[in-house]
């Protein structure tokens, strides 16, 4: 398989937190076996962003890291309580601009 090549040659490809490197089955399975918190995945989704979005731009809109942490602790709440929402449960999501979403600009 081809590695993947940076973006530029000060800022590699490859994050130093490996939760953004598994697929989604990984990452499906490490929460649903509570190997990883869906804030822990949560939060190094946003400190990817963090890293590469002010270079590309792919994020126009984003809530506030504290009130998506709230929610990454609510599904984990969720998890303890034995209610998981399918195997998607725990995955951060972006949805882009051009759809609805409550609270985010269209």
Not at 22 to 51: H, N, P
Not at 52 to 57: E, L, R, S, T, Y
């Amino acid at each position: 398989m081809n590695e993947p090549q940076p973006t530029d040659a000060t800022t590699p490809l490859q994050s130093t937190n490996c939760i953004t490197d598994w697929s989604a089955v990984q990452l499906a399975k490490r929460i649903a076996e509570r190997q990883v918190s869906c804030r822990e995945v949560m939060e190094a989704y946003l400190d990817q962003i963090e890293r590469f979005n002010p270079a590309v731009n792919a994020l126009v809109a984003l809530q506030p890291r504290e009130q998506l942490l709230v929610q990454a602790d609510a599904r984990d709440g969720r998890i303890a309580r034995g209610e998981p929402l399918g195997w998607m449960h725990g995955f951060p999501a972006a949805p882009k601009d051009l759809a609805s979403v409550a609270g985010m600009p269209t």
